[in-house]
C-alpha cells in the first residue's frame, strides 16, 4: 500500500467522522478531490434509504414559451448506508418516475435502474397505448423527457468516469474540473463544478467546449442550484436550473413535499408496477 | 418673352459663361466631385472620425426589395422566429467513383470533420447590423449532419433506442454502408440528408444569419481545399446564392463598368479621331456616376443590387449629350472661325433638344419612386438626379474643355464634307440612304411598322414572368452547378414554410358550459363531502372572466392547482384540474389525430407536384416514433389513435438528443403547425404553383376545424416581391410613359407632334419583350428594371430629331428641304450614339452574372432598336402627316412672333 492511499484512507476515515458533526464545524481545508466528489455525489443523488419528490418542471424555450410537466419521482437506493466510508453509500438506484401532468402525459411512467457496473435499464410505460417498452440509449446524455436536463443529470454521473482536479479554492466554495476519460463517449470536453465547502451541495456546474478561437473554452451549458432547505437534516436541492446556453433554452425543476426514508419497497420499481403504479407511494 | 426665346438666350449666356470661365467651370467641376466623393468615402474609410456622416453600406438581400414592414416579411420574420428557423446553407458531398458512394470509411470520415468544423464557424456582425448580436455564426444545435442527428431504431424485442446516427466515422465499410441503411428508416432523412443513391450525403448549416453566407461557403470550400477529387462538394441554397450574388456583383461592377467606358472611349476616338477631345464625355460619364453614387452614401441610402446598376444607367445617357455635342461639333468646326465659334453656334442648337430629353428621362426615372419598392425608388429618384447632373456638366463642362484645348490642337479635328474624308464617308453615304428610304418608302416603313407591333402583342403575351436568384449565375458558376447536381439527387435544396395555423375556439361560454356539466356529473356519484370540492372548482371556472381562451384556462388551472396543493383533499382537486386540462388539450389541434390525418393529406397533396421533393412535417416524426414503439414494422408507420398516445410518442421523441427539433415543426401550444417543403427548383413560378396546389386542396378537403395557411421562407419571399415588382415596374413604366408625353405634348406645344416623340419608345420597348416572348426568357428583376432605361435611351434619340426638325423646318418652310439636314449632322450624331453606346456595353456579355449580360444585351438592343426607329419610322411618319404637323408648327410660330 502506497504513502498516497494511506493518506487517503486516514482522511476518509476522518472525514467520516466528521460527517456525523454539525456541517459548519467541519473542518475542509484537509479534504481530497476524491472526498469532495464523493461527498458531493452524496448529497446529490443518495441521502437517506429512499426518496421521495413532487417535481414541477418548467421549460422555456429561446422564445419565451413555457411548458409545465409534473411528476413524482420515487428514489431507492440498494445500500443501507449513508457512509461515506469505504464509499458504502454507492450502489445501484431504482428510480421510478410517474408523470402527473398535463392531462395527456397522465400516468406516464419512466423508469429506471441505475447499475454501478453494466448500463442502465430504463421503460416507459405510454398508458394511452398501454404499452411498455425499454428505452435503451447508446448514452446517457439525451434529453430527460425534452427538458434541458440530461437522463445523466437526473440521475448522477458516475464519478469515475472523469478525472477530477480540483482547481482553486475560493471562500465558499470548492472548485472542481472534471475531465472526461473517454472524451469520445461524451459531448463536453471538460466541466467545472462549484461545491459548497460547508454542505457539499455542487451549486454550479458549468459545461465546456474546446473551442479554437477561446482558450478558456466555449461554455454551452449550466446548471444552478437555485434554493436549498434541509428536509430531515439533509441539506437539500428544491430548486435547480440548466440551461442550454446555445440553443436559449432553459428547464427549472422544483422540488416540493421532498420526503427521505419512505420505506419504498424494492418491488414497486418492478415492470408490472410500470402499469399499475404503486398508488400509496404516488400520494 | 416667350419660353422658346428665353431659351435661347439660357442657351447663349450658359456657353458664353463656360467658354469664357472654361478654366472655373473646370476647376469647380474637379473640386465639387471631390467634396461629394471624399464626403463619401472618408466615413466609409474611417466611421469613427466621421460620426456625423453617413458610411457606405451595402445591402444585397433581395428580400429587402420589400419594406421592412410589409406584411408579408413581418410575417416570414415572426414564423421563422417562432419555429426556429434559419437560412440553410445545403452542403452536398458526392463521390461517384467508389462502389459505396461517399458511405466509405474515408468520406465519412472527412464529411465528420467537415461537420465538427462548421459547427464552431461564427463571424463579427456587419457593423451596421441593428441586430444585438456580437457575432454571426452556424447554429452548431441545428446542425443536421450524420454526427448531429438522432437515430431512432429497434434494439432488441420491446426495446426502442436512440442514438446519434454516426456518433463517430466507422471503422469498417460494413458499418459505413450501415450508417445509410439505418438514415433510410428515417423518413425525416432520406431524401433530405440522404441523396437518391449512395453516392451522396447533405448536411445542412443553419446560420443565425443569411449575411455570413458568402463566408461560410469560402471557409468550408478552404477547409475541403485537400480532400481528393472523388469527394465532390457542392454548396448552394439561396441564402448563400443571394450573398455570394452581392459579392460577385461588386466585383463586377469593378471591371463591367470600367470595361464598357474604354469601349466607349476607343470607339469615340474612332469616330472623332482626337483623342484629347473625347476624353471629354468620359469625365463627364465619370463624374456624373461618381457625384450620383457620393450622394446616395452621403444621404445614408444602401448601395442594393438596384442601387448598384445606377451607374451602368447613367453612363450611356451621360455620354448620349456629350457625343451630340461633339459630333455636331466634328461636323461644324471647319464652318466656323474660331473653336468659341464652333461651340457657340452648337450649344445653340443642341440647348433645346438636350435640355428637353433631361427633363422627360428625369422625370420618367423619377416617376419610379411612384412604386411600392423601396430599393426602385431610390433607384429612379437617383437615376433622375444623375442625368440631371449628367445634362448641367455636359452644357457646362464640354464647352469649357473644348476652349481649354488649344486651337492648334483643333486643327485636325472636325469632318469636312468634301469627298476624301473617308472616316465620314460611309456614315454620310448610309444616312442619305436612310433620308431617300424615309421619304419614298414611308409607307412601307409604316406598314412595317404596324406589323411588328401586332407581331409585339402576340410575343409579349407569350412573356413568362418568372424568377430565381441562383439563375443570376451563368450556368457554369460553382453555384448553379451545385444548384443542379443537388437538386437531381436531393429532395431539393429551396426552402419553403407552410404555417398552418389552427383557429382557436372563440365560444369560451360554451366551453365553460361543457366543464361545468363534466365536474356535475363527476360530482353526482360522490359523497357530499367530495362533491363539494367539485363544487368548488365548478366555482372556479364560473367566477374567471372569460377573455383570452389560453389565458382563461391558465387563470382556472393555476387556482386549481393552487387548491391541490395546499387544500386537504389534494386529490379531488387534482382530478378537477386534470379534468379543465383535458378540455384544454382539446385545443392543442395538431396532437389532434383528425387533424394530424388531414395534414398528411395535405402533405400528400402538395407532394404530388414535381416541384416538391419532400416535406417534412410533424406527421413524419409522429409516426417514425409510433412505428417504432409498435415493433418497427413498416405496417406500423401511421399515426395514433388517440390525442393522449400522440403527446406520449411525442414524449418518446423527447427523449432524444434533440428534443428542441420538435418545435421547428409546431409550436409548444400545438396550435400552429409548420411544414418545411423542400422544393427542387427555386423557380418563382414553380412555388406559385405550389401555392395554387395547395389553394385547390384546400377548397376540396375541408380541414376538421377551421384553419388558416400561411406560406413563409425565402422561396416564397421571393415570389412575392417579384409579383410585386413586375406590377409595380409595369405601373412605374405607364405612369413614366404618360408623364414623359405630357411633357413632350407641353415643350413641343402639340399632343401631335408628343405623341410622334413617343413612337421610337413605344415601339421599342414593344419589340424587345416581344423577342423576350418569343425566345423564352424570363421576365425577371433585371428585365423588369431595363424597361425604365429604353425611356432615357429612345427618347433621346426621337426628341433630338424631332427638335432639329422642327428648327430646320422653321428655317425653310418646306419638309423636302428639311430633310437633308436632318440627315446630315444631327442623324449622324444619332448613328455615332447608336454605335457608341450599341457596341459600348457589349463587353457585359461576358460577365458571369446573368442580370448584368441582361443589361449589356439589353442596352445594346434598346440602342439599336430606338435608333432604327428614330431613323426611318419617325421622317416617314412625318412624311405621311405633312400637313397637320407643319400645320400646327406654323401656326404655332407665327403666334410667336
Known sequence: MNIITMISRVLIAVAALLWCLPTAATDNSALNVEEIVHRANLIAYYQGKDGRAEVQMTITDQQGRERERRMIILRRDDADSDALAAHAYLSAQQYYVYFQRPADLNRTVFMVWKQLDSEDDRWLYLPSLDLVRRIAATDKRNSFVGSDFYYEDVSGRQLDLDEHALITETEQYYVLRSTPKQADQVEFDWYVSHVHKSTFIPVQISYYRNDPNKPEGHKYREATVLQVETIQGRPTVTRARMQSLDAGTETVMSYRRVEYDVGLPADIFSERHLRSAPRQYLR | ?897
Open chain 2, 1 to 897: 418673352m416667350s419660353y422658346p426665346s428665353m431659351l435661347d438666350k439660357l442657351a447663349h449666356r450658359s456657353t458664353a459663361f463656360a467658354l469664357r470661365r472654361a478654366g472655373l467651370i473646370s476647376l469647380s467641376l474637379l473640386l465639387s466631385t471631390l467634396l461629394l466623393v471624399a464626403l463619401a468615402a472618408l466615413p466609409s474609410l474611417w466611421p469613427q472620425q466621421f460620426p456625423g456622416l453617413h458610411a457606405l453600406s451595402i445591402d444585397t438581400d433581395p428580400e429587402n426589395m420589400l419594406a421592412a414592414d410589409e406584411p408579408v416579411r413581418q410575417f416570414h420574420d415572426q414564423a421563422t422566429a417562432d419555429f426556429a428557423i434559419h437560412d440553410l446553407l445545403v452542403i452536398g458531398i458526392i463521390n461517384r467513383s467508389d462502389p459505396d458512394g461517399v458511405f466509405n470509411p474515408a468520406s465519412l470520415a472527412r464529411i465528420h470533420a467537415l461537420s465538427e468544423y462548421a459547427v464552431g464557424l461564427s463571424y463579427p456582425a456587419t457593423a451596421d447590423g441593428s441586430g444585438a448580436r456580437q457575432t454571426e455564426r452556424v447554429i452548431g444545435v441545428d446542425i443536421l449532419s450524420p454526427g448531429n442527428v438522432d437515430d431512432i431504431r429497434q434494439d432488441g424485442p420491446g426495446q426502442v433506442t436512440f442514438s446519434w446516427l454516426m456518433p463517430e466515422p466507422p471503422d469498417t465499410r460494413k458499418q459505413a454502408r450501415a450508417v445509410r441503411e439505418r438514415a433510410l428508416r428515417i423518413p425525416m432523412l432520406a431524401g433530405t440528408m440522404l441523396g437518391r443513391d449512395h453516392s451522396t450525403l447533405a448536411l445542412y448549416l443553419p446560420l443565425s444569419s443569411k449575411t455570413i453566407s458568402w463566408n461560410v461557403r469560402r471557409d468550408l470550400l478552404a477547409f475541403v481545399a485537400d480532400w481528393p477529387a472523388d469527394d465532390e462538394l457542392h454548396i448552394t441554397g439561396l441564402p448563400v446564392a443571394e450573398d455570394t450574388f452581392g459579392v460577385e456583383m461588386f466585383y463586377q461592377m469593378a471591371i463591367s463598368a470600367p470595361l464598357a467606358m474604354l469601349v466607349i472611349f476607343l470607339l469615340m476616338w474612332w469616330f472623332f479621331g482626337h483623342l484629347l477631345l473625347v476624353i471629354s464625355p468620359m469625365i463627364v460619364a465619370l463624374v456624373s456616376a461618381l457625384s450620383t453614387m457620393a450622394l446616395l452614401i452621403i444621404s445614408g441610402n444602401t448601395i442594393h443590387i438596384m442601387s448598384s446598376m445606377i451607374p451602368i444607367f447613367i453612363m450611356p445617357i451621360a455620354v448620349l449629350d456629350a457625343v451630340h455635342i461633339l459630333s455636331a461639333a466634328f461636323d461644324s468646326h471647319h464652318q466656323h472661325e474660331t473653336r468659341a465659334d464652333t461651340m457657340q453656334a452648337v450649344m445653340t442648337e443642341l440647348f433645346r433638344p438636350m435640355l428637353f430629353t433631361t427633363l422627360t428621362t428625369s422625370a420618367g426615372f423619377a416617376s419610379l419612386a411612384l412604386t411600392p419598392i423601396p430599393p426602385v425608388q431610390v433607384f429612379g429618384i437617383f437615376v433622375a438626379i444623375g442625368v440631371l447632373l449628367a445634362w448641367l456638366f455636359s452644357i457646362t463642362f464640354i464647352p469649357a474643355y473644348f476652349m481649354l484645348i488649344p486651337e492648334q490642337r483643333l486643327q485636325s479635328f472636325g469632318h469636312a464634307t468634301s469627298a476624301g474624308n473617308d472616316r465620314g464617308s460611309w456614315l454620310v453615304r448610309s444616312m442619305q440612304l436612310c433620308a431617300r428610304l424615309a421619304t419614298t418608302q414611308h409607307r412601307l416603313i409604316m406598314l412595317a411598322a404596324l406589323l411588328m407591333l401586332l407581331l409585339s402583342v402576340w410575343g409579349i403575351s407569350r412573356i413568362q414572368i418568372n424568377d430565381n436568384p441562383i439563375k443570376w449565375f451563368e450556368s457554369s458558376h460553382l453555384i448553379r452547378v451545385a444548384d443542379q447536381v443537388l437538386n437531381d439527387q436531393l429532395a431539393g435544396t429551396y426552402m419553403a414554410y407552410l404555417q398552418i395555423e389552427a383557429d382557436a375556439s372563440d365560444d369560451l361560454p360554451a366551453l365553460r358550459q361543457q366543464l361545468i356539466n363534466a365536474l356535475k356529473q363527476q360530482a353526482q356519484d360522490m359523497p357530499a363531502s367530495d362533491a363539494a370540492v367539485m363544487q368548488a372548482a365548478m366555482q372556479v371556472i364560473r367566477s374567471e372572466p372569460a377573455d383570452e381562451l389560453n389565458d382563461w384556462y391558465q387563470a382556472i388551472q393555476q387556482q386549481l392547482s393552487d387548491q391541490a396543493d395546499h387544500s386537504d383533499q389534494p386529490l379531488l382537486w387534482e382530478d378537477a384540474w386534470q379534468l379543465v386540462d383535458r378540455s384544454r388539450a382539446l385545443q392543442e389541434s395538431f396532437k389532434q389525430p383528425a387533424m394530424l390525418a388531414w395534414q398528411l393529406q395535405l402533405q400528400q397533396a402538395l407532394q404530388a407536384s414535381e416541384q416538391v421533393g419532400k416535406i417534412n412535417a410533424l406527421t413524419d416524426i409522429v409516426q417514425t416514433v409510433y412505428r417504432e414503439l409498435l415493433g418497427g414494422d413498416d405496417s406500423a408507420y401511421r399515426l395514433p389513435e388517440s390525442s393522449a398516445a400522440v403527446a406520449q410518442t411525442l414524449l418518446t421523441y423527447q427523449n432524444s438528443h434533440r428534443p428542441q427539433d420538435l418545435w421547428h415543426f409546431v409550436t409548444p401550444d400545438f396550435r400552429r403547425s409548420n411544414l418545411w417543403v423542400q422544393l427542387n427548383s427555386g423557380d418563382n413560378r414553380d412555388m406559385e404553383q405550389v401555392i395554387a396546389s395547395l389553394e385547390r386542396f384546400l377548397q376540396s378537403h375541408p380541414p376538421p376545424q377551421p384553419v388558416s395557411a400561411k406560406w413563409f421562407g425565402l422561396t416564397y419571399i421571393n415570389v412575392v416581391w417579384q409579383d410585386k415588382m413586375v406590377h409595380g415596374m409595369l405601373l412605374a413604366f405607364l405612369g413614366s410613359f404618360l408623364i414623359v408625353l405630357l411633357m413632350m405634348s407641353l415643350l413641343f406645344r402639340s399632343l401631335l407632334w408628343g405623341l410622334l416623340a413617343m413612337l421610337p419608345l413605344t415601339l421599342t420597348v414593344a419589340l424587345i419583350y416581344a423577342v423576350i416572348g418569343f425566345i423564352g426568357k424570363d421576365y425577371d428583376m433585371p428585365v423588369a428594371v431595363l424597361s425604365a432605361l429604353s425611356l432615357g435611351l429612345a427618347v433621346d434619340f426621337a426628341i433630338h430629331l424631332l427638335t432639329r426638325t422642327r428648327q430646320f423646318y422653321r428655317q425653310h418652310g418646306s419638309w423636302a428641304k428639311t430633310v437633308p439636314q436632318v440627315f446630315g449632322e444631327p442623324a449622324r450624331a444619332i448613328s455615332r450614339n447608336i454605335i457608341v453606346l450599341g457596341a459600348g456595353f457589349l463587353p457585359l456579355l461576358a460577365a458571369p452574372l446573368v442580370p448584368y449580360q441582361t443589361v449589356g444585351i439589353f442596352i445594346a438592343a434598346i440602342i439599336f432598336a430606338a435608333g432604327m426607329i428614330t431613323l426611318l419610322l419617325l421622317p416617314a411618319v412625318i412624311q405621311a402627316l405633312q400637313r397637320p404637323l407643319f400645320d400646327r408648327l406654323s401656326r404655332r410660330q407665327e403666334d410667336s412672333t
